[in-house]
């Protein structure tokens, strides 16, 4: 199994310019999440999805969108980047919803704004 | 107040030492407790859950205390390789797997 995987690893934007950050995961999960990471800080979760379909804003999600068409991928659009969005990062994805259940991390792309 | 707050560091041991990190959360109805671990410029991963009881995996010990909203993980025996920052992650309860995190202890084992 690969898990978790994203793509791309380094990107630079220009203000006003789109993306869409890639992740997708092998593991069947259900669960799969979308974080940032500015230095020195914690993570910040932005979306999240309970399944295909299903997608809700978690503590950060201005400036951003997602889908979930399949179980494997969640990809992360940035609308007009901004210098804040200037970030690491991290999506993951766990089994369920179990209390003691893991969330696996990709590798995290990391984002400059300029 | 920070929902988790740990002392950022860094923490400078030797190698064989002995260090402690302690981690406060704010949610009194948080019900699951883990510690992650971050290498530089790497994603996090799950060192361990911590349990009510206190749980321990080789040199790692993890305790919870309730009654004081703490966490805490124990180091013993460092080694080189257990230079990382250190994540402590609590649940949100009532939220689809929602987990807030600390901003981390670095640790840094000199040799």
């Known amino acids: 199994n690969a898990g978790v995987t994203q793509t791309p690893k380094f990107r630079i934007l220009k203000i006003g310019q789109s993306m869409t950050l890639q992740c997708a995961q092998d593991m069947n999960h259900n669960y799969m999440y979308w974080y940032r990471q500015d230095p020195g800080m914690g993570l910040k979760l932005i979306y999240y999805s309970v399944g295909a379909g299903i997608t809700d804003k978690g503590e950060v999600p201005n400036g951003y969108n997602v889908s979930r068409s399949t179980t494997e991928d969640f990809p992360l659009r940035l609308e007009l980047a901004a210098p804040s969005q200037t970030s690491v990062y991290f999506c993951a994805s766990s089994y369920s919803q179990g209390a003691r259940d893991t969330q696996y991390f990709g590798p995290g792309t990391r984002l400059t704004v300029l | ?111």
């Open chain 2, 1 to 111: 107040r920070k929902e988790v707050e740990q002392d950022p560091g860094p923490f400078n041991v030797p190698e064989g030492a002995t260090v402690a990190f302690n981690c406060t959360y704010s949610n009194s109805a948080s019900q699951s407790f883990f510690w992650y671990r971050q290498d530089c410029r790497k994603e996090p991963k799950l060192l361990m859950s911590v349990y009510s009881s206190g749980n321990e995996d080789g040199r790692f010990t993890a305790q919870l205390n309730r009654a004081s909203q703490y966490i805490s993980l124990l180091i013993r025996d460092s080694k080189l390789s257990d230079s990382a920052t250190y994540l402590c992650v609590v649940n949100e309860p009532g939220s689809a797997r929602q987990l807030t995190f600390g901003s981390g202890t670095q640790l840094t084992v000199l040799p």
